[in-house]
């Protein structure tokens, strides 16, 4: 029998055991238990000697009433694993080991049972299924397996994933001279032999996208992936991924071929394209937008705005359209725009912006189309400023002849009266003045043809050019051939123009429009005062202007403003007043591409406004 003493010696020793034991007798009673078991249990270590172990662990079920059994009667080890929920309901696995009490003779007294936590490994072992479970699922759904190559044994294996896009049975074993052998021949299967030799050559890993035939005789897409594995500095093994990305890449490559169609179609357009952010900044040109914005690649234009590229007018009128269109998803068509770049040059064109629609039904983007029209533009101001030269032509045209038919018309009457008169008329001396009179009839006759004749010239004379004239050098001489008449009328020439100024003018013509409003000036001057007249030159919209003002007797142009410049019209009473000078000088200066403007006022003056076209 043990004593006293040894029981508590056998008593410690098995409360410091590092297991969780207890040792329970025959009636199911706790005679030993190590702190170990009473910690994992979490019970009260007053109470556990002496307590029947139902009463600490709850009844007993079947299965431990066996396991007992087989330890008492049968003198068997049990061991297995359970799941333990104490009164926290927390969960924990045991592993546990059940064996037979002896004593000193032998007979079995009890039970001693030992346990261990297992419950983070339990734990790790399920995350550890699932996360293969999961691995294989993925593997499964995106084409991607794993192999491995021994290249001391010349071993190479291969996951089912991997067989499966080789389209070979599970069962086949491959070799590494088969697996180089169904890349594609030429770059693919290149490729795969050089980066395989590096690899086992100079350590270096691999990604590469290359074509692959299968077993089948099928061409697919994959990506090849290996990395050497190196121990103590030698190399062991070869492992790798093998996924199969046809679909995909064939989606790419269609993607791609699209793409470069769109672009290719987008480059030759004959007209600018671009695609703007919500920002209008451009995130795509075409090469006409390109080249009309003076840049090479297109990369110098995308992330930049109409302000980083336009007058700061320009760029905000733009702005505000493709806000306008982002907001209201309505597109603007056929629009007529300039667009003025910070180097001054203007171009027109006809503008289209189409809002890009996203997928929550919003603008994302806006696309713009722009038709340079500046040479149609300016095909239509010339036609424009044709169709009125030929009007005007078409007006001046019919009004001389309705001047040449009354003029002719007027002296052929006049003629045949003085012949009737002439063959009826027996007095000698009466036949004498008749005949005087037909000849003062054809010296009239004749001026009315040279002025004709001048006028005619004046609008036919193509091949009369412009050129740069010295404007004062023109006037005095003017000046100086005027200068007698000048003097009889006490005349005086005020002349505020610089020395400087040329003008473009045709010199014959410049002299009679000269000639014409000094000698009008003065022939027309009020007769109670000295004729003063003043010269003064300004530059306006493309034309040079010289003013010559008088103080004569003025016209009334509400009046008269219409025949002013009408051939044989006269608004005074002065005897040698013919009524052509204004006539040939208005169409002198409208052959020159110019055009006059008249001011007056009666009693105090006329100011002619002369515009010389400073274009040829």
């Not at 270590?45 to 059994?69: A, M, R, T």
């Not at 790798?240 to 769109?262: A, P, W």
Request: charged share 25%.
């Amino acid at each position: 029998m043990v004593n006293t003493k040894q029981s508590r010696s056998i008593n410690y020793l098995i409360k410091q055991l590092p297991m969780a034991t207890v040792y329970i007798n025959d009636n199911y009673k706790i005679e030993h238990a190590s702190d170990q078991w009473i910690k994992i249990f979490n019970l009260n270590p007053n109470e556990v000697i002496g307590s029947s172990l139902h009463d600490l662990v709850g009844e007993i079920n079947s299965k431990w009433k066996l396991i007992f059994e087989k330890c008492l009667i049968d003198k068997e080890t049990q061991s297995g694993t359970d799941l333990y929920i104490d009164c926290n309901t927390t969960k924990n696995w045991f592993e546990w080991t059940s064996i037979p009490w002896f004593d000193e003779k032998e007979n079995v007294i009890g039970i001693i049972v030992q346990a261990q936590n297992i419950t983070k490994y339990i734990q790790n072992e399920v995350k550890a299924k699932k996360l293969e479970m999961l691995l294989h699922e993925t593997r499964e759904l995106s084409k991607i397996g794993t192999w491995e190559y021994n290249p001391h044994t010349k071993e190479l294996n291969w996951c089912d994933v991997v067989k499966n896009i080789h389209e070979v049975p599970l069962d086949f074993v491959p070799t590494i001279e088969f697996g180089i052998n169904s890349y594609k021949e030429g770059y693919s299967r290149s490729l795969i032999s050089k980066v395989v030799d590096g690899a086992i050559q100079n350590g270096k890993p691999w990604n590469e996208k290359v074509q692959l035939i299968t077993s089948k005789g099928n061409e697919i897409w994959v990506i090849a992936a290996g990395k050497p594995i190196f121990k103590k500095g030698k190399l062991i093994s070869l492992i790798g991924t093998f996924q199969d990305v046809n679909e995909q890449t064939l989606k790419d490559i269609k993607i791609q071929e699209s793409e470069n169609l769109l672009r290719t179609l987008i480059d030759n357009l004959p007209l600018n394209v671009y695609i703007k952010d919500l920002e209008s900044r451009k995130i795509l040109v075409n090469k006409s937008e390109c080249e009309y914005l003076g840049v090479e690649h297109q990369e110098e234009l995308l992330g930049k705005s109409d302000f980083d590229l336009y007058d700061k007018k320009i760029a905000q009128i733009s702005r505000n359209e493709d806000l306008k269109v982002i907001n209201s998803m309505k597109p603007i068509i056929g629009k007529e725009t300039v667009n003025i770049t910070k180097d001054g040059i203007a171009t027109h064109f006809l503008t289209s912006k189409i809002p890009v629609k996203g997928l929550d039904g919003k603008a994302n983007a806006l696309v713009g189309f722009s038709l340079d029209i500046s040479k149609l533009k300016q095909k239509e101001e010339e036609l424009r400023d044709l169709i009125n030269v030929s009007s005007l032509q078409n007006k001046k045209l019919i009004n001389f002849a309705h001047i040449v038919s009354h003029n002719l018309r007027s002296h052929t009457a006049n003629f045949s009266m003085l012949l009737d008169f002439l063959i009826n008329e027996k007095n000698e001396d009466e036949k004498l003045k008749i005949v005087n009179m037909l000849t003062d009839a054809s010296d009239n006759l004749l001026e009315t043809l040279d002025n004709l004749n001048e006028v005619v010239a004046i609008n036919t004379n193509v091949n009369l050019g412009k050129h740069p004239i010295h404007l004062n050098s023109k006037i005095k001489a003017v000046q100086q051939n005027l200068l007698a008449f000048l003097r009889n009328n006490n005349a005086k020439i005020i002349n505020n123009i610089p020395e400087d100024v040329h003008i473009k003018a045709i010199p014959a013509y410049l002299d009679s429009i000269l000639m014409n409003f000094m000698t009008n000036a003065v022939k027309y001057k009020d007769p109670n005062r000295d004729p003063v007249i003043t010269l003064s030159i300004k530059r306006s919209q493309g034309y040079t202007v010289l003013s010559i003002a008088d103080n004569g007797l003025g016209i009334d142009l509400k009046k008269y403003g219409s025949k002013l410049f009408g051939m044989y019209k006269t608004f005074h009473n002065n005897t040698d007043a013919r009524g052509i000078g204004l006539y040939i000088t208005k169409n002198q200066i409208e052959a020159m591409n110019g055009k006059i403007i008249t001011t007056s006022e009666v009693g105090k003056g006329t100011t002619f406004n002369i515009h010389f076209h400073e274009k040829d």
